[in-house]
């Protein structure tokens, strides 16, 4: 885990990089997102799976094409890896008292707490990878009144939209999770993007535990701060940082480092303004326009 | 310390250029450049998305409308702000105090204020 919380990408390699699989799964987030807030229960998918929700968080997904499952990512966690009986142990107390099966590995301490939000992370990437990649979309929709999920095992659609943009360059997106863990604020949150030369627009890399927009939103606003910079360049090539201020309270700040672009979510002027302060103390300098073309890679989906 | 040397002027947001007064017409040519940016910054960012997002962060109903943007460099420090009380007007500023961004946006905040009575 790295020290924002989020596995590391070696959890995350059976998952293809592509921003076309990118933007898959970013329809199957909106679908997420299309849902009221709080929404807490079951979006299914048909016979192709299906995706548990609490506060409109992802708690569990599962698709029918998944190879590994949740216990088998978990054993694997240990070397030597830990015994199928232990585990099947567990599950089957599980099954009789009806507790979700990861809190009573951590509980029963066959697993730890990180390992098991990575593996959650893992799985539920490759599941709704699987959805994306199937062109599945929900057919129905099953409320749940009694919240059952651990919320610090649940992700927000954000998470798991940089999860697959980060596949593209697991080393840059990790620089850019330590970048913004270094960065931000209190009263902020963030995301990281890199461009491509297609009208693909932005490809979210990394987003701190925070950051839970809307993923179109998320996107939307990416494209629009890496254009402030594109315009910029017009009267100032040496511009590195950009603060837009909204109404009277919210503000977002862009900078960029290397090719990569951040930009922080900011709930008050005073955190825009501290976070400002700070790049402006670091000095944040990268000439040129944010490369074109950074995930430009196309895996065969 | 000595106040930063400011230059500033009143732009078109939708043409982007400057706006004939007297003042303007000593304005630095980089002012020109900026303001011909402003089209582009206002024009092309998603109302409803940014609207979306302004809210979430607790933004004011309409907080998605922006007010200021400000761009840093090594060296200059760029400003535009929009006039409230004269729509689709801006001041675009700039100074080549890089490091003193307080008071170049005080100094700003102050010209928008003597602009907006003005009117």
Redo the contacts between chains.
């Keep these: 885990m790295t020290a924002a919380g989020v596995p590391s990408s070696r959890y995350l390699s059976s998952i293809p990089a592509s921003p076309a699989i990118s933007s898959a799964v970013q329809r199957v987030l909106g679908y997420i997102d299309d849902l009221p807030a709080g929404a807490t229960g079951a979006l299914n998918f048909g016979l192709h799976g299906m995706i548990l929700l609490q506060s409109r968080k992802i708690c569990w997904a599962v698709a029918r094409t998944m190879r590994l499952r949740l216990t088998d990512l978990l054993r694997n966690q240990s070397t030597p890896p830990v015994s199928r009986e232990a585990v099947e142990q567990v599950y089957r107390r599980c099954k009789a008292s009806g507790t979700p099966i990861g809190e009573a590995l951590v509980a029963s301490g066959l697993a730890t707490e990180a390992g098991l939000r990575a593996a959650l992370f893992k799985h539920n990437g490759d599941a709704i990878v699987a959805l994306a990649r199937a062109g599945a979309a929900p057919d129905d929709w099953v409320t749940h009144t009694k919240p059952g999920y651990d919320p610090k095992y649940s992700f927000s659609a954000c998470e798991v939209l940089a999860m697959v943009g980060s596949l593209d360059d697991p080393a840059r997106a990790a620089a850019a999770q330590v970048e913004l863990a270094n960065m931000l604020v209190p009263d902020s949150v963030g995301a990281a993007f890199t461009r491509g030369t297609d009208a693909s627009g932005s490809l979210v890399i990394a987003v701190d535990r925070g950051c839970?927009?809307?993923v179109?939103?998320?996107v939307?606003?990416c494209n629009?701060v890496a254009?402030?910079f594109d315009?910029?360049q017009?009267?100032?090539q040496?511009?590195?940082?950009?603060?837009?201020?909204?109404?009277?309270?919210?503000?977002?700040v862009t900078w960029r480092s290397k090719d990569v672009g951040y930009v922080g979510?900011?709930?008050?002027r005073a955190a825009a303004a501290r976070l400002?302060?700070r790049?402006?103390e670091r000095?944040v300098?990268s000439s040129g326009v944010m490369p074109r073309g950074s995930h430009e890679r196309e895996s065969p989906a | 310390m000595s106040a930063p040397l400011l230059s500033c002027a009143v732009a078109s947001m939708h043409r982007g250029l400057l706006l004939p007064s007297e003042a303007n017409n000593e304005a630095a040519p980089?002012l020109e450049?900026?303001a011909?940016?402003l089209p582009?910054?206002f024009g092309?960012?998603?109302p409803g998305?940014?609207e979306?997002?302004?809210a979430?962060?607790?933004?004011?109903q309409?907080?998605?409308?922006?007010?200021?943007?400000?761009?840093?460099?090594?060296?200059?420090v760029?400003v535009i702000q929009a006039l409230e009380r004269r729509e689709g007007e801006a001041l675009v500023a700039v100074s080549p105090s890089g490091?003193s961004?307080g008071l170049v946006l005080s100094l700003v905040q102050a010209r928008a204020a003597e602009l907006e009575e003005e009117r």
């Excluded at chain 1, 590195?240 to 977002?252: D, S």
């Excluded at chain 1, 979510?265 to 008050?268: A, D, H, I, R, T």
């Design positions: 839970d927009f809307a179109a939103d998320l939307g606003t629009w254009g402030l315009v910029a017009t009267f100032d040496e511009v590195f940082a950009a603060r837009v201020h909204f109404g009277t309270q919210a503000g977002l979510m900011c709930g008050s400002v302060s790049l402006s000095g300098r | 980089e450049e900026l011909a940016t582009e910054v092309t960012a998603d998305c940014l979306r997002v302004a979430r962060l607790g933004a004011e309409g907080g998605g409308n922006f007010s200021q943007v400000l761009f840093l460099s090594e060296s200059r760029h490091r961004v």
